[in-house]
């Protein structure tokens, strides 16, 4: 069941009287284009092979929601921090546990560098076909830079976006809060509110 808007922070005026993003529940988002900034740095083995799939089965939720909502769903995701294109810091493991989790094909799209045309011609033509999951957002050194031109081009492939990475929702990263000024609305994942009730517990220290 939704939290109501977050009521549970209502004791916290400070908190409550600045909250002015809605969640993916509060949104219609039928049909459209949904870009969902999501966390699977997940760790790897040698073999990179998962070992921990916590963060993977976290974003599950709200991207089975928004697929039974009928959305296009677009993923984007790092995992850890490469300087360039790696291999071993690539998405590819993830593929096979999302889909098995989301019961739907999930595709990745390759990197380009920069973002190119061609990623968002792979993205278009990959619509129809369950999931799209973009390669490693940080292969992209303009992420981290929080480039414009970048984040716009992230911002053209979508025409929402839903943050689900709360661990690094406060940087200022191309694919995080400044991509939302592209995109309307931009709304939060369902996790963001279990995410807000542990906050708001650990600012009051109850239980103690």
Not at 34 to 46: A, G, I, K, M, S
Not at 84 to 93: A, E, G, I, N, Q
Not at 94 to 100: G, N
Request: aromatic fraction near 10%.
């Amino acid at each position: 069941m939704p939290l109501q808007g977050f009521s549970f922070l209502a004791a916290d005026k400070t908190v409550a009287t600045k909250r002015k993003v809605g969640t993916v529940e509060e949104a219609d988002l039928k049909g459209k284009r949904v870009f969902v900034r999501v966390d699977l740095n997940v760790p790897l083995d040698n073999s990179l092979n998962i070992t921990d799939d916590t963060w993977i089965k976290a974003a599950v939720p709200t991207i089975k929601y928004l697929i039974s909502d009928g959305s296009i769903v677009i993923l984007s995701s790092h995992l850890c921090r490469p300087k360039s294109v790696t291999l071993k810091y690539s998405l590819k493991p993830h593929v096979p546990r999302l889909s098995q989790l989301l019961g739907v094909d999930v595709s990745l799209i390759p990197a380009h560098d920069p973002l190119s045309l061609q990623v968002e011609k792979l993205v278009v033509e990959a619509l129809e076909e369950g999931v799209q999951l973009l390669e490693n957002v940080r292969f992209y050194k303009e992420e981290d830079k929080n480039d414009p031109k970048f984040t716009k081009k992230l911002a053209s492939l979508a025409d929402v976006y839903v943050n689900y990475a709360f661990g690094t929702a406060r940087r200022a990263l191309a694919s995080t809060g400044v991509v939302a000024k592209y995109l309307k609305p931009s709304v939060l994942a369902l996790i963001y509110e279990l995410e807000f009730l542990f906050y708001w517990l650990w600012i009051y220290n109850w239980p103690n």
